[in-house]
């Protein structure tokens, strides 16, 4: 079984800073993708970044020079620092792992940029 817990939510202005951190316990290999998805009302949950075979890393074309993720193999955590942040990035973000064909799911953290 996978348990992904998340934190580092919360209210921020316009230009401001985050850093979202995951930490996973189960079965946890380096093998398999972690990353950050993110989730508005009446949309669907979408890629923001990810950890990828090999350390390699994808990002959201709406968020590459401004987020950063990063992920730490032998504490089974992933984490995103979120620079420069502007109101469309307002979202409930999920913390992800995937294991083969299953993916199991934080339970999300609001952030939210407003002024």
């Known amino acids: 079984q996978v348990q992904l817990v998340e934190s580092g939510g919360g209210l921020v202005q316009p230009g401001g800073s985050l850093r979202l951190s995951c930490a996973a316990s189960?079965?946890?290999?380096?093998?398999?993708?972690m990353g950050w998805y993110r989730q508005t009302p009446g949309k669907q949950r979408e890629l923001v970044a990810a950890v990828i075979r090999g350390g390699n890393t994808n990002y959201a074309d709406s968020v590459k020079g401004r987020f950063t993720i990063s992920r730490d193999n032998a504490k089974n955590t992933v984490s995103l620092q979120m620079n420069n942040l502007k109101p469309e990035d307002t979202a409930v973000y999920y913390c992800?792992?995937?294991?083969?064909?299953?993916?199991?799911w934080g339970q999300g953290t609001q952030v939210t940029v407003s002024s």
């Open positions: 992800n792992y995937r294991l083969g064909s299953k993916d199991y």
């Open positions: 189960g079965s946890i290999f380096s093998i398999y993708p």
